[in-house]
């Protein structure tokens, strides 16, 4: 790609159009502690033409969560435009040791985690799930974090279950799956993205994959809007799950007396407008009581875990915290989620909140397999 000038910057991102009305830094979640001052950045380009320095925290600090994108009059997205100035500290080596080690994986392992290639199915022990090879209407994508996290692993297992209740021809492509590349994307490093996409789509070719499937809304971001393709349709998992349900392919044989809070994922809400499959799906589970954030749907708080941030600590208040606390006062038993990201990082918050034993983190697929 190389270096970008300001001009181009300010051309691709329409920089010209920004009122600098301030929206933008005003509702960007991690602006109170980080002074990340996305409105001032895109000023600074295209009014002065230069491409100041900036202090990692700031520009790391970043989730593409896209509130700014969503909020701004003049439909900017200033978190691209921040992920542009990423690639340039990335092409120049300006980046933290733990993102550096992140992307590497990627390229040698095909995962963030820094785990080995042949171990990406390791969770699969004990289950008879197909190959893809074998014969399969649907591709279950499972992901790098679901792969490979010991707490995450159960999400998988848990919609195996409903898939299998529901009598669905579904297969995984095994040690053969590959990092998706959202959060590579979400980094800076394009170069990179554009051979995990060319790799991915030779693989789903090869199989001939015209569905998929994933519990991850990173992933499911990805192949809807950044892979630039037409050739398999791509399902979030609580889509998937709603359908099942209305058709009553699946159905529960146990009640689940717990209130439960739902937590959209910006990945899955924002991005994408999906806020009510989730809804349904949950709703559908016997004996639920559906409660609400006071910050729901468009104006639900990110959990910091998106744009590469699982890789890199940024000091200050976290925004996971204050979600778990909020669950908690809303009288949730269960905080209810749908993606491995914001899985982890309110599992770690309920632990430095003190909340162990309070409330209970759980996806949507969990949930359900307690009704089975």
Not at 46 to 74: D, F, I, M, Y
Not at 144 to 154: F, K
Not at 236 to 258: G, S
Not at 276 to 286: A, M, T, W
């Amino acid at each position: 790609m190389g270096n970008m000038n300001a001009q181009e910057l300010t051309q691709k991102h329409k920089l010209l159009e920004c009122i600098q009305c301030g929206i933008c830094t005003g509702s960007c979640p991690v602006a109170k502690k980080t002074n990340l001052n996305v409105r001032k950045y895109m000023r600074e380009v295209a009014t002065l033409g230069k491409l100041t320095q900036h202090s990692q925290n700031e520009l790391w600090s970043c989730t593409t969560c896209s509130t700014c994108g969503v909020r701004c009059p003049k439909d900017l997205n200033p978190y691209e435009f921040l992920i542009d100035i990423r690639s340039m500290a990335v092409e120049e080596g300006q980046v933290a040791a733990t993102i550096r080690d992140a992307l590497e994986s990627i390229f040698k392992n095909g995962n963030a985690w820094g785990r080995i290639r042949n171990k990406r199915s390791e969770w699969t022990q004990g289950l008879n799930i197909k190959h893809i090879s074998q014969g399969a209407d649907i591709l279950f994508f499972v992901g790098c974090t679901s792969a490979y996290d010991p707490r995450v692993q159960n999400v998988p297992k848990s919609l195996v279950k409903c898939f299998e209740k529901a009598g669905l021809n579904f297969g995984i492509l095994g040690d053969e799956e590959n990092c998706c590349g959202s959060e590579v994307y979400g980094m800076g490093e394009k170069g990179l993205f554009e051979f995990l996409v060319e790799e991915n789509m030779k693989t789903f070719n090869k199989y001939n994959v015209k569905q998929v499937v994933t519990s991850c809304p990173h992933g499911y971001h990805a192949f809807k809007n950044r892979y630039n393709q037409q050739s398999f349709e791509i399902q979030h998992h609580t889509q998937l799950l709603a359908k099942l349900i209305d058709e009553k392919k699946l159905t529960f044989t146990k009640e689940v007396n717990k209130k439960v809070v739902y937590h959209d994922p910006c990945f899955l809400g924002k991005q994408n407008g999906i806020y009510d499959e989730p809804r349904r799906v949950i709703e559908s589970v016997p004996g639920v009581k559906l409660l609400e954030f006071d910050r729901s749907r468009a104006r639900s708080v990110c959990c910091e875990g998106g744009g590469g941030r699982m890789w890199i600590d940024i000091p200050g208040p976290r925004l996971a915290e204050v979600r778990v606390k909020d669950a908690v006062e809303v009288g949730a038993e269960i905080l209810a989620v749908a993606c491995p990201f914001c899985l982890l990082t309110f599992e770690d918050a309920v632990k430095t909140t003190g909340n162990e034993g309070k409330i209970q983190v759980m996806d949507v697929a969990e949930l359900l397999t307690l009704a089975l």
